[in-house]
């Protein structure tokens, strides 16, 4: 079988896939108060699409797909998608990353899927005002539902609080006193400039440095052993149940190890999350390549991907980095 592998050397076994644009909330860091411009609903990829493209991609080695937007759980059926992803024997893992305010309902049906394995939950604060501020939606009282539910459930749990100087870094200790009781990994994410404007203004840069030494300021922490292609750097504290992790997501020290590619709830096929998009897999397969085509273009796509981020960043040709992480599929 041919495989997805760069110029670097680097095999891509892992796709993220945001399965759709809309969002129920208005993270401060994601986007801007009036939301953004959504694209009409014909031009998202259709679930028979995404089933398709992934199909294709897990007969060139890929096995694990993220599924995330955009709020996954806002799109009309999702659990239905995951049921029919299951179908794809080539997959491994189906993993999910949501904001949790829609999906109590839903997890005894996820848990019974077998190859949904893990689920991240972004959850910005532990306090309900200052959530509310972050997202722009009350709803803290229905994610931490979801949390707990999640923590119970049989799904492996993380937890993404992304560092926002000036808003929750005065909680970094509290999420970490998380972990003593509950199976859950912290792990926070450094803020990037996604967020439909690009560059906040920051008082501080809370990077992975500056997140570790706020919480050895309470915690003695050993490292522990992380996948080679893992995004973030674990760490255990003794006697508790749970792990943290950062992620350093604008640093970029992973890049090296990247195992990952995209694609975007409107079919752009992204080599990486810092790239102006590569290609438009919806209007390719919509002017009927067939499979074989699509195998013969994700190959030839991959090779060009870039060595890291910054390169990434720098060959940009729509200008700086400013887009909706929406849109791209955090
Ligand atoms: N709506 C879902 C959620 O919030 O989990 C899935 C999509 S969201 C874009 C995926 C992840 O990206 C979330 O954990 C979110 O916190 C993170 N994210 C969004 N904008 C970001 C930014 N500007 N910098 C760092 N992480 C960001
Ligand atoms: Fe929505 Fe997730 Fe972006 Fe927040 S981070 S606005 S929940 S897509």
Redesign the pocket.
């Known amino acids: 079988m041919s495989k997805l592998v760069d110029n670097f050397g680097r095999q891509m076994d892992y796709v993220r896939l945001?399965v759709t644009d809309r969002?129920n909330?208005r993270?401060q860091?994601?986007?801007p108060a009036h939301g953004i411009n959504i694209v009409p609903r014909q031009e998202l990829l259709t679930f028979k699409e995404m089933y398709r493209l992934i199909r294709v991609l897990t007969e060139l080695g890929v096995n694990k797909v993220r599924l995330?937007?955009?709020?996954?759980f806002v799109r009309r059926d999702f659990v239905g998608f995951l049921e029919m992803l299951s179908y794809n024997d080539l997959l491994d893992a189906i993993n999910i990353?949501?904001?949790?305010a829609l999906i109590s309902h839903h997890i005894d049906k996820i848990e019974k899927l077998e190859k949904v394995k893990n689920i991240?939950?972004?959850i910005?604060s532990l306090q309900r005002d200052k959530f509310a501020k972050i997202t722009r939606r009350d709803v803290f009282p229905e994610v931490y539902k979801t949390f707990e539910l999640l923590e119970q459930s049989s799904l492996n749990l993380k937890l993404?609080?992304?560092v926002q100087s000036g808003f929750n870094t005065d909680e970094i200790v509290d999420f970490v006193k998380l972990t003593r009781d509950k199976n859950v990994a912290v792990r926070f994410?450094?803020?990037?400039?996604?967020?439909g404007k690009g560059q906040r203004d920051m008082k501080e840069n809370w990077t992975f440095n500056k997140i570790l030494n706020e919480v050895k300021t309470v915690f003695s922490v050993d490292e522990i052993q992380s996948e080679k292609s893992s995004t973030s750097r674990n760490y255990k504290i003794d006697n508790h149940l749970g792990t943290f992790g950062i992620i350093p997501?604008?640093t970029r020290t992973f890049c090296n190890d990247c195992n990952r590619i995209r694609i975007t709830s409107t079919g752009t096929f992204k080599n990486c999350l810092f790239d102006d998009g590569v290609f438009n897999l919806r209007d390719f397969i919509r002017k009927g390549a067939s499979n074989n085509d699509l195998k013969e273009l994700f190959l030839y796509l991959v090779k060009d991907k870039p060595e890291n981020g910054f390169i990434a960043e720098a060959n940009r040709k729509k200008g700086n980095v400013s887009e909706?992480?929406?849109t791209?599929?955090?």
Do not use: H, K, R
């Open positions: 945001a969002c909330l993270c860091y994601c986007m995330t937007g955009g709020e996954p990353t949501t904001n949790g991240n939950l972004s910005d993404n609080v992304v994410i450094e803020e990037m400039p996604f967020n997501a604008f909706s992480m929406s791209i599929g955090g």
